[in-house]
């Protein structure tokens, strides 16, 4: 089955990706600074801003907003991960692979899908903003966002847009919608 993703030049697009079976590969922070370094080299060949990122122990959540003229994410994201897996798998043992990865070629590092939705308005990428920096508390890991080192939470409370507390007393109010993609 071929997915109809929704495509906008220029627009800044929310992603959850997903370890293979929900590995925990991120739980080590070299991991997380391979996807950092994934990231930059991909940056750097094919330009989009990271507005904003979580990287939990088996998943991440991210905005990206592309250039003008430009909604290859596709791409980009396909260039994530595979850089991402051929960093790590020189320094870890490949994850067993099912049938059909092996028929493919594929590794079993990544998901094969992820989540993309497109933000609408400042509404919205409030509302996926909230919940990136959040999550984290949501699952478990930390007490309040400013407590998750894998995340831009910093960057967003320097930016003024945060008190450094928030989230770390109450829940945040978060549409039904965001992160439900």
Same mark, same amino acid.
């Given at each position: 089955?071929?997915? *109809? =993703?929704? !495509?906008?030049?220029?627009?800044?697009?929310?992603?959850?990706?997903?370890? @293979?079976?929900?590995? /925990?590969?991120? &739980?080590?922070?070299?991991?997380?600074?391979?996807?950092?370094?994934?990231?930059?080299?991909?940056?750097?060949?094919?330009?989009?801003?990271?507005?904003?990122?979580?990287?939990?122990?088996?998943?991440?959540?991210?905005?990206?907003?592309?250039?003008?003229?430009?909604?290859?994410?596709? *791409? =980009?994201? !396909?260039?994530?991960?595979?850089?991402?897996?051929?960093?790590?798998?020189? @320094?870890?043992?490949? /994850?067993?692979? &099912?049938?059909?990865?092996?028929?493919?070629?594929?590794?079993?590092?990544?998901?094969?899908?992820?989540?993309?939705?497109?933000?609408?308005?400042?509404?919205?990428?409030?509302?996926?903003?909230?919940?990136?920096?959040?999550?984290?508390?949501?699952?478990?890991?930390?007490?309040?966002? *400013?407590?998750?080192?894998?995340?831009?939470?910093?960057?967003?409370?320097?930016?003024?847009?945060?008190?450094?507390?928030?989230?770390?007393?109450?829940?945040?109010?978060?549409?039904?919608?965001?992160?439900?993609?």
């Amino acid at each position: 089955m071929r997915y *109809r =993703r929704f !495509r906008i030049e220029g627009a800044s697009y929310f992603f959850t990706l997903v370890t @293979e079976g929900r590995r /925990p590969i991120f &739980s080590d922070p070299a991991a997380v600074a391979l996807l950092w370094h994934a990231e930059a080299h991909v940056r750097s060949r094919h330009p989009f801003e990271i507005e904003a990122e979580v990287i939990l122990p088996e998943h991440m959540h991210m905005i990206w907003q592309l250039p003008e003229g430009d909604a290859a994410f596709e *791409r =980009r994201l !396909r260039l994530v991960k595979s850089t991402f897996t051929r960093l790590y798998l020189k @320094e870890h043992p490949a /994850p067993p692979r &099912s049938v059909s990865r092996e028929s493919k070629g594929e590794q079993a590092v990544w998901q094969r899908r992820y989540w993309e939705h497109v933000i609408r308005d400042d509404d919205d990428f409030g509302a996926h903003l909230d919940y990136i920096h959040y999550n984290p508390v949501a699952h478990g890991l930390a007490k309040a966002p *400013r407590d998750w080192p894998f995340s831009t939470f910093g960057t967003w409370v320097e930016r003024g847009v945060y008190m450094p507390e928030w989230g770390s007393d109450a829940r945040p109010k978060l549409p039904p919608s965001a992160g439900k993609e």
